[in-house]
Structures are given as C-alpha cells and as structure tokens.
C-alpha cells in the first residue's frame, strides 16, 4: 500500500459517461492483485472532500506506448468526483492511494474460470480475465447492459478472452439479464466470479441456488468509505461470518456469505 | 526547535508531547492501519477508536456521507472492546515511541468507572481521553456532555479508577460550552478536546428519508472547522487546563488558527481520509512556522494572542 502520484496517460471515455483512464503506476501495478481498488483525490480542494475509491481495472502492458508499468481505471460519470476525474487530461498527475482490500483468488489447479458482470462492475474483472489468459486459462465474461453502446467494447480485450453479452433492450447478445446466462457456463466453470450493484448478486444467489454442482461465487462487495484503509469503520458489512470491513477484509467476499 | 507541549501539567507524570498534533479518535483506527503509509513515531499522539466494555457491532449502513467541505458519520462506536484492546493493542503501543491515548466511551458511570480500571497500569497507555458525547443509559438518554453535572460526574468517576492523564472530550452540540469545560475541570480534568463532531443531517432525495438511518450523525471535516474554533476559543477563555482543538483541522494554518486561540494541541481526524499526511505536513509546516518567525519555542511563535 502506497500513496503516490501517478501521471495520467490517457482519459478517454468508452462507453458512454464511462471514462478509461490509463495512469503511470510502476509500484502499484507491481503490487496490485485484480479485485483490489485504489482510493483516489478527485480535484485537489475540499469539495469533493472524500477519496473516491476506484477497482483497478488493468494493469501492465496494454497502457499507451507500451508502458510496461501502467495501472487502468474504468469509471462511471456519476457526481462531483468522477466528473472532475473526467476533465483530466494526459501529462496531469492524479494523487492515489493503493493497491488496497483483498482481491480475487484463483486456485492453481482451475482451468475454467467463468465471470460475471454488470455496468462498470466489469471493471475488476477485465483485470482479472487478462491475467488469466496470460496463465493459460481459459476465460468466459458474461457482460451485462443496458443497450449495445454499454457494452465493453471487444477490441479493447484480448482476443483470448470470449466475451458474451447480455442487454436489457436485446441489441446485442442475450435479451434479459446477464444472469440469465450462468447456467449455461455453470459446469463448465471450475471458478465463478462477478462485480455488480447488489440487485445482481440478489438475482445470481438464486439463479445459482438451484445449480449443481454448489460452486463458491467471488463477489466484491462495496461499501461507502472514508479511509480505505480500515480505521474508520464506515465500510462495515454484515455476513454470515459477522461483520466484515469492505475495504479491508473484503471487498473480495463469498456471495454464500453476503445477507441478501 | 522546541515544538512540545504539556497536557498534563497537574499530574505528576505529566503527558508530555513531542509536538502539538494529535491523530482524532475514529479516524486512526488503533494506530496501527495507517502506519505502512504515515510515520507514526513523529506524530504528538495517537488517539485511538472509541473503545467500549463489550465489543460493538456498530450502527447498519449508510453509516457514512459527503457533505459540501465535510462528512456526516454515524458508525456507532463499532470496537473490538476493552479487554481485546488492552490483551491485543497495548502491547504492539508499548514498543512505540510516540504516546497513544485511549478513548472511552461508556453508557453508564458504572461503565466508564470500569473502562478506567482496566486500563490502569497498563503498559503501551499514555492516557484516557473521556468521550462525553454518549447517551446516559440511566438518565433518559440525556447526552453526559450536554449537562455540567452529568459532565461532571463522568469525569470524577475516570479521575478515581485512574492515575493516568484524563482528557475529557467535549460535545459542541450544547447551548454553553464553558460550563460543561469549567464542571469538567472542576472535577478532575488534567485537559479539555474541543471539540468532537456537530450533529447534523442530510436526505435521500430518492428514499424520501435521511440518508443515515438513524437521521442525525456526526459532521467533522473543514465545514466545521470555523465553528470548532470559536468553541476552543471559548472554553481557553474558561478554563486554565490545557485545550486541544479538534474540528477541520487540516493544514499547518489551520492548526495555528487553534494555537492562537488558546489551545495547547490539535487533533486532526477527516483530513487524514483526504490525506494521510496531513498531520505530518502540518507538524512539518509548524516548524516552518517556527523558523519564519525566528522562535525557538511555539509558546514564543503563538503566545501573543489568546484574545
Ligand atoms: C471498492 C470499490 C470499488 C469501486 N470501483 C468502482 C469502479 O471501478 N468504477 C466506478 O465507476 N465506481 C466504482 N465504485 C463506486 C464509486 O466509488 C462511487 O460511486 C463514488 O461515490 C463516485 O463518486 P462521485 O463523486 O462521482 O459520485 P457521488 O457524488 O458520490 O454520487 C454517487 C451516486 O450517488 C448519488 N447520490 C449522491 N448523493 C445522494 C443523495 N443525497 N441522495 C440520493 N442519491 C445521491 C448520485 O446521484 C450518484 O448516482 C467503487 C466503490 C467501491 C467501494
Ligand atoms: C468516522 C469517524 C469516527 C469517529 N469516531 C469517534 C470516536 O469513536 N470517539 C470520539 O470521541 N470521536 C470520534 N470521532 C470524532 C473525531 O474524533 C473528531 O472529534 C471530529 O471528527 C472532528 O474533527 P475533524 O473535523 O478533524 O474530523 C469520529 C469522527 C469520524 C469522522
């Protein structure tokens, strides 16, 4: 974990109101595991005043000029911060504070690894479907929009990871949810993981209840946060297993575990 | 250059602090979360989370929002509990260098008479700091630090069970201050925090209700600051014992606005979310200070106000 200033690369927005930002990160993007996040000064006054916290979306080379050392963020115009996020431009220097949480784990012996997401959940998991790839396995990324624009846009992904889509509108791919589509994948999955608002994981709880054999599902769960470090007990979430700190403990959480 | 101060200086062990800047209850955890990022050994102190008899789970979510400059909190003291805190904490403190104070928070006298034995002779401990901002149990619910008397009585109850510096930690959420702080002082306190956090509210536009579920939560970050130091500045008017201000503090600036209002101390809390450096930059930007205007002493560099 290290708080630095890392310069902006590029600031282009890929779908649209959602921003890629690539950022010169050497000791961050040597650190940083998929499924964690950053926290990040939006503006450099009081107002926003908080950190935004951001999922680390790619890391290494893909960054502009082949940068080896580059770290990505995928986010969404949403209020003050982001949309300060959106006026930077390359040469500016943006102050972070990261790699931080527990990100995904993937045992050494899975071969298959289905993901799932929806919105800009599929941010942390662009990561994580890039670094697999690159081990050898093989990756399936269901993605879920709301229309055909909303979707990820396939050139940006390497060519090894297949990339099915899901739009509430049908313009592209499956019509209807994106967890429509987990059955399809379920057994041929040695691993599930999925980034989502909460109404994703409510409808993946039951859309997976059902399926056989059980198989834990890796969620990031994300709370509001002040500190991003775990001194401010703001990120509490209830589990199963008591109460978790979403910044620290999580965000990476076993959806058996979340109370839905 | 000479930034400490003193904050005990009725006692006989004293508390004596490098420098003036403390880390603020809640916002350092126990000291330990922040030290990969921030040099904790130059801090003045460290305060850590408000620790109750049992372990608490803390309010449901939201339990956090922005406001314009500042944040609404309502985390519910959420704390591993005394016992842990004394068994888990104090002894990782007791290698450090740099002072740690622990603050108690307690629904009952009985309560807080009984966080302060327990941390009585407890090594790693440098002293109590009393949260007053807690509803009596007892008494209806009534707010300690909203009553002189109330205020009072906690304090005489942590002043009995306890040889260690007692700093009590005032509520600005009451119609004088000064009377709280004098009853305060009256009964026992070696130093006086101005102050802790401003209740306030904000709503959900969408849900039609307030944001927190609880409706009122804690405002702290720079929105507060101006009203924090009037109130610092009100009770060093009122009481002889030393003051440590707390409430938007989050530059070097900032914490001499504090100093020349009379108090001792400041504690730094939101801004470290923003920053994790600011206490440092402000203890580095103190020293500066100091150098500028030619003084080997803070009291030399701020002692001319206190008006
Ligand atoms: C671990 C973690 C990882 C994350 N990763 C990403 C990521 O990769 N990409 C991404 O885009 N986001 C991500 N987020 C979410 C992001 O941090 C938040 O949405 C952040 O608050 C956005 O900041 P903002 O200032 O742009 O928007 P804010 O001003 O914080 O507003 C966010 C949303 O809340 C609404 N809102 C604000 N105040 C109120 C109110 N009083 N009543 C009703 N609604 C209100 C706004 O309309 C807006 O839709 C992540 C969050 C966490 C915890
Ligand atoms: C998230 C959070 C948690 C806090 N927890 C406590 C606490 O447990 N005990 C306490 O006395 N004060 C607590 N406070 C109050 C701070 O110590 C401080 O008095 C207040 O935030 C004003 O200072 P600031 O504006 O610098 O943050 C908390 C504040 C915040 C923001």
Do not use: I, M, Q
């Given at each position: 974990m290290r708080q630095l200033r890392a310069d902006v690369l590029s600031n282009q927005e890929v779908m649209p109101g959602i921003n890629l930002m690539w950022l010169r990160a050497p000791d961050i993007a040597q650190e940083a595991q998929p499924g964690q996040f950053l926290m990040v000064r939006c503006?450099?006054?009081?107002?926003?005043?908080l950190r935004r916290a951001l999922s680390i979306h790619r890391l290494g080379t893909s960054a502009p000029g082949g940068a080896a050392q580059g770290c990505a963020l995928l986010y969404g115009l949403q209020g003050a911060g982001t949309s300060l996020l959106g006026r930077m431009r390359p040469g500016d220097a943006l102050d972070v504070l990261g790699p931080l949480g527990r990100g995904y784990t993937v045992h050494r012996a899975s071969r298959n690894l289905l993901l799932i997401a929806e919105g800009w959940g599929i941010s942390p998991l662009v990561a994580l479907a890039e670094s697999q790839v690159a081990r050898g396995r093989s990756v399936t990324l269901l993605a879920g929009a709301p229309e055909a624009g909303h979707v990820y846009p396939q050139d940006l992904l390497a060519a090894e990871i297949e990339l099915v889509a899901a739009t509430v509108d049908g313009s592209l791919g499956h019509q209807g949810a994106v967890v429509d589509l987990v059955g399809d994948y379920w057994s041929w999955a040695d691993e599930v993981y999925a980034c989502g608002p909460w109404s994703m994981y409510q409808e993946l709880a039951r859309a997976t209840s059902g399926q056989w054999p059980r198989k834990p599902v890796q969620v990031l769960a994300e709370m509001s946060m002040a500190c991003g470090v775990g001194a401010c007990f703001a990120c509490t979430i209830e589990t199963r297993r008591g109460p978790r700190l979403s910044c620290r403990e999580g965000p990476r959480l076993l959806l058996s575990d979340l109370l839905l | 250059m000479d930034l400490s101060v003193e904050l005990?200086?009725?006692?006989?062990t004293g508390l004596r602090l490098e420098n003036p800047v403390m880390t603020a209850s809640g916002t350092f955890g126990y000291g330990t979360e922040y030290a990969s990022l921030v040099d904790i050994q130059r801090l003045g102190a460290i305060v850590s989370k408000g620790v109750t008899l049992r372990p608490r789970k803390g309010n449901p979510q939201p339990r956090i929002v922005e406001t314009p400059a500042g944040m609404l909190n309502s985390i519910g003291l959420q704390n591993i509990g005394i016992r842990a805190v004394v068994r888990e904490k104090a002894p990782l403190w007791a290698e450090w260098s740099v002072p740690v104070i622990v603050n108690i928070a307690g629904d009952t006298y009985d309560e807080f008479r009984r966080l302060a034995a327990a941390l009585e002779g407890v090594p790693g401990v440098a002293g109590v700091e009393v949260n007053i901002s807690c509803p009596n149990v007892d008494q209806g619910g009534m707010v300690f630090g909203c009553d002189p008397g109330m205020a009072a009585q906690v304090t005489r109850c942590v002043r009995q069970e306890t040889s260690l510096p007692v700093i009590v930690k005032l509520t600005p959420n009451v119609g004088d201050i000064r009377a709280v702080a004098q009853a305060v002082e009256e009964a026992g306190a070696d130093a006086l925090t101005v102050a802790n956090t401003f209740l306030g509210m904000a709503y959900d536009l969408r849900r039609r209700r307030p944001v927190i579920p609880r409706g009122a939560a804690g405002l702290s970050g720079p929105a507060i600051k101006p009203l924090a130091l009037y109130l610092a500045h009100q009770v060093a008017q009122a009481v002889t014992a030393p003051v440590i201000g707390c409430g938007g503090i989050a530059s070097a600036r900032d914490a001499l606005e504090f100093l020349m209002a009379g108090a001792t101390a400041v504690q730094v809390g939101t801004a470290t979310f923003v920053d994790p450096q600011a206490s440092i930059r402000i203890i580095e930007g103190l020293e500066r200070y100091l150098e500028q205007q030619g003084c080997d002493t803070l009291r030399e560099a701020v002692g001319v106000g206190n008006s």
């Open positions: 503006g450099d006054g009081f107002d926003p005043l | 005990a200086p009725k006692r006989k």
